[in-house]
Every structure is written in structure tokens, then in C-alpha cells.
């Protein structure tokens, strides 16, 4: 079992550039995918990138390719979101989840942190 706990959100101007970082409890993070999310107001909860325990596999959403990286550093316990070229139309809560297994999903996460803000202002 693992709980992430979400860090680096805040204000951004369009165009910038912000890294949220996802530091995982529990002995076994490394056997799990991890998998960024988010949900702006009055909108769902939609999948933003998803990283396989290795690193060696990875998913964008279709919105974020180019523009934003995940990675883990499985000696840390953490996962990264890099974004870069930020939209405001990329502010939302963004959620960090844990979820079994080696192959990457977008769906069927079971660990979740509380979120962090993120506000891209134009």
C-alpha cells in the first residue's frame, strides 16, 4: 500500500513552466504504476500521463504531449510531472495515484493523494 502526497503547485503565468513532484509512502512503490491527474472546476477527473514501475513505459493524454514529462525515481519514492509551455486551460487540481502492476492504465488507480493547485493565468 502506498499514499502519495502531491507538492509544487501554484501560480504561473502562460507559457510557463512548473514541476509537481508526488512523494510515495510504503515499502513497495517501485511495483506500482503511477499516474497523474486532474480536474479543473465543474469539469470530471480526466488522466493527464502514467508511468510504468521501470520508467520504461509512459502515457500522455493527447493535451499534455510535447509539453509535459512524467518520471519516477524509485530510490525517492517519487514521481515527477515537468510541465512546460503551460495553457490556461491547465488550471485544475492535480492529482497523484498509485495503482498494482507493472503495465501502465488510465483507469483503475487505487492509492490518491489530496491534490495540489495548479493556476495558469494568461
Known amino acids: 500500500q502506498v499514499q502519495p502526497v502531491e507538492s509544487g503547485g501554484g501560480l504561473v503565468q502562460a507559457g510557463g513552466s512548473l514541476r509537481l513532484s508526488c512523494a510515495a509512502s510504503?515499502?513497495?512503490?517501485?511495483?506500482?504504476?503511477m499516474g497523474w491527474f486532474r480536474q479543473a472546476p465543474g469539469k470530471e477527473r480526466e488522466f493527464v500521463a502514467g508511468?510504468?514501475?521501470?520508467?520504461?513505459?509512459?502515457d500522455y493524454a493527447d493535451f499534455v504531449k510535447g509539453r509535459f514529462t512524467i518520471s519516477r525515481v524509485n530510490a525517492k519514492n517519487t514521481v515527477y510531472l515537468q510541465m512546460n509551455s503551460l495553457k490556461p486551460e491547465d488550471t485544475a487540481v492535480y492529482f497523484c495515484?498509485?495503482?498494482?502492476?507493472?503495465?501502465?492504465?488510465?483507469?483503475?488507480?487505487?492509492?490518491w493523494g489530496q491534490g495540489t493547485q495548479v493556476t495558469v493565468s494568461s
Open positions: 508511468i510504468s514501475w521501470s520508467g520504461g513505459s509512459r
Open positions: 510504503g515499502r513497495s512503490f517501485s511495483t506500482y504504476t
Open positions: 495515484a498509485a495503482r498494482a502492476g507493472t503495465v501502465v492504465h488510465r483507469q483503475r488507480y487505487d492509492y
